[in-house]
Every structure is written in C-alpha cells, then in structure tokens.
C-alpha cells in the first residue's frame, strides 16, 4: 500500500459511512471565485482514479472564452464533508487541478500557478507559512448595513448579536473541516467581522482562504443575512482587508526569527524589502478589481495609494511584536491586499516578490512613499512595466488576468452613476 492507495481507501471508507451522495469538485476562475460541480458517489471511484470532464469555458472570468474539454483531477488531500449540509444523503467536497483533456490547450488554473511557485522555492529548501485576517461585512437581507449592529473594534456587547451569532457558527463549521481558527472578532466598522486563521502551508492556505468565503456566506444566508468580502462596500466606513502573517521555513526552522532587536533575520528584511519593491507591480492580483481602490484611501487603516510624504511604511508592512525567545513566530504582516482577491494568484506574486528581495539583497527603504496605483487602470499599465507578474504567475495567467481587467475597466468607464447625474446635471443647469 502507497500513501495514494491508503488516502483513496480511506476517503471511500468516509464517504461510505457518512452517507455521502454528492461530492462538489472545486476549483476558482482567474478571478479567484468558486467554481464546481458535483459527481454521484457511484463515481467517485471512477473520479479519484481519472479524474472527470468538464468544460472549462467559465474558468476566464469575466472574460469568457469559447468551451474547451477540461480535465478535473482531484486532489485527496482536500476531502472534506461539508457540515452544513444535511446528515442523510450528504455532501463532501474536493479541490481539483485543471489540465487541458488532450494536452492541446493551455488551461489556465490558479491554483497550479501557485503550485508551482512554490515547488520553486521548495527546490531552494524553502516552506512557504501563511496565516491571514479575513475581514468581511454581515448586511441584512437587503444587503444594506444592519441599523442594529453599532458595535466596534472588538466589541463583545449585545450589538453584536447577529454577528456574533455568525462569528461562532463560521468557527464551529472550518473546524470541522480541520480549518483551525486563530481568532475571530469585531472588527471597526459597523457590521465588520474578522476572522484569523492559523498558519500553515500556503496552498493549504488557499484552499482554506476560498472555503472560509464560502462558509461565511452559506452561514450568513442561514441566518438571514448576507456576507460581502468586497473590498469597499460603504463610502462611510472601513474597507476589508486580507492581512497575510508571512514565514518561511528551513527544515524545522523559521528562516525569519533572529535574535535580533526588531526579531527579523536578514532573509526576512530582505523578503520585506522585496513586498515593499514589487507591491506596485503585484497590486493587479492583490487588488485586483475596481472598488479595491477605494480602500486604499488614508484614514481607512488601510494602506494608502499615491505618493505621500507623511505615509509610514507600517502601512503596508509590519514587523508583529513577539515575546522574548519565542523567534519561532517571527513573521512580517502584508496589509495590502483586500478579502476578494485570488489568494492563490496573491500569494504567486507575494512569494516572488519576497524571494526577489532575498536574491537581489534588496534593502528596506529609510524613506518610504507609497507608489501604489491609484485605480485599476493605473494598476494594468504598472504591471505591465517588466516582466515581474508575468514571472510571478505565468504568461497565460497574466494575460488572462490583464483581458479580465482591461474588460472590467472599459465597462466601469461606460456606467452613468447616480451620483455623476446628481451631480453634473445640476452644475450644468446652473451654467445655462
């Protein structure tokens, strides 16, 4: 017996004894959204051994492509029932790997991309460790913010009963899928949740990232409610945003912990010093839609598009406090990227980023100024200065992602607001 064989056997063992009817094939398009479909237990078999056949049109995005034969491969690794179906005739889930059927055609999927970023580091005797903060907004039915939550940052006041309602429900159900839950909390704004997740391995981090979503959102609709991870929901308060806790490992080791003053070891400035290079460059995957730039606004807690002399660089890196020879916990905290992003393509780049820093010996700037993009327009022309996201996720993916955006902007462009018509139609009226 193999460790294939023993995880194959032991998932038909599960699904058997559990009642499993349906098993759910996931995999997310460009754009980082759940994608899937379901199988019959009378093929699961059938599946784990060839994995199934699909088309893969939808995995473009917004940018839909003609259909083409995909193949779904599932990785076992990710066998999970899902708890929030019912107990009889009930529901299980895989992730899957895409690859064209007949090896003709080049699919995009990624989760590869990061894939194999990863096997690169891997290859240098690098593990990649991520831990992150969700942060999303729980709206009534309306998806209007709910009048009754006036709680704040960190409240644990009868404000916050809905919410906290959800808050619970979310933990007990990703920790009976093994997603364990570091904290969850309030957060700023009226209706603002958080939940942190402990680190581990990137890809599993991904996976567990895309499965929160959707755990919040299935949890937020049981309760009468409605879940929103976009960026910047409300012109009035705080944006969401996806603060990663970033390590890398040697063997056992924490290749960041230093006994140093501020606990980071050089590789660690140098893979900070890389974040802070490149962010520019990689803002096209860590906010990669139109509204995230309205979070990147100061006062926002948040970090801040444009240049500005009086901008900390804490605002979009930090160093957390540890305590004293605890430098297993050694980590830099990334806050630029919002809760809607792809994490698989986020963390491509965020990876690249960090491993160019190291390898160029990049060093933290004294005086730093925020040149991140102030639209997604400015977003596509910045990646487009080199070869740094092509690098980092693949010529296919980036010119994927690049239609998707350039798509999403020219129709952003053709809208007429309500607010331009309040605005305009009265100024002109005015100058007759």
């Not at 009378?42 to 784990?48: A, K, M, T, Y």
């Not at 995909?70 to 076992?76: F, R, Y």
């Not at 603060?243 to 590789?267: C, M, P, Q, T, V």
């Not at 605002?315 to 297993?328: A, E, F, G, L």
């Amino acid at each position: 017996m193999n460790d294939y064989s023993d995880t194959k056997e032991f998932i038909l063992k599960q699904a058997s004894e559990h009642d499993v009817k349906f098993i759910r094939l996931w995999f997310t398009d460009i754009l980082g959204r759940l994608k899937g479909f379901a199988i019959n237990i009378e093929d699961l078999e059938d599946c784990i051994d060839k994995g199934v056949i699909f088309d893969g049109g939808a995995i473009e995005g917004l940018a839909r492509g003609d259909e083409s034969d995909t193949l779904a491969i599932p990785d076992l690794s990710t066998w999970q029932i899902l708890p929030w179906r019912p107990n009889e005739n009930s529901v299980a889930r895989l992730f899957c790997n895409l690859k064209s059927f007949d090896n003709k055609e080049s699919i995009i999927d990624s989760r590869k991309v990061l894939q194999e970023k990863l096997q690169e580091v891997n290859e240098l005797g690098y593990k990649f460790y991520v831990g992150p903060e969700i942060e999303y907004y729980f709206l009534d039915s309306d998806k209007k913010n709910a009048d009754m939550d006036d709680a704040g940052y960190f409240d644990q006041t009868s404000d916050d009963n809905k919410g906290s309602d959800l808050r619970r429900e979310c933990v007990l159900s990703l920790e009976e899928m093994g997603i364990p839950v570091r904290s969850s909390h309030h957060e700023v704004s009226s209706g603002q949740h958080e939940i942190g997740l402990k680190h581990t391995d990137a890809l599993t981090m991904a996976d567990s990232i895309v499965t929160t979503r959707l755990v919040v959102k299935q949890t937020a609709t049981k309760l009468g409610g409605f879940a929103t991870f976009m960026p910047r929901p409300f012109e009035t308060l705080n944006g969401s945003g996806l603060h990663f806790h970033l390590s890398l490992y040697k063997g056992d080791n924490n290749a960041f912990s230093s006994k140093g003053k501020d606990r980071l070891s050089k590789i660690g400035k140098g893979f900070l010093a890389g974040l802070v290079e490149y962010s520019p460059k990689m803002s096209l995957v860590t906010n990669q839609w139109l509204n995230s730039y309205k979070r990147l606004l100061p006062n926002l807690e948040a970090p801040v598009a444009g240049t500005g002399n009086e901008l900390q660089i804490s605002n979009i890196v930090r160093i957390p406090h540890i305590y004293d020879n605890d430098y297993d916990n050694s980590r830099i905290e990334f806050r630029l990227p919002d809760s809607a992003c792809n994490p698989y393509l986020a963390l491509a780049a965020i990876l690249h980023a960090g491993m160019l820093g190291i390898k160029d010996n990049l060093q933290i700037p004294k005086n730093w100024e925020s040149n991140i993009p102030n639209t997604l327009n400015e977003a596509i022309k910045e990646s487009q200065k080199g070869n740094f996201l092509q690098d980092a996720i693949g010529i296919d993916a980036y010119n994927s992602i690049v239609v998707n955006k350039e798509k999403e902007w020219v129709d952003h462009n053709s809208i007429v607001t309500d607010y331009e018509r309040d605005f305009y139609l009265k100024f002109l009226y005015k100058n007759l």
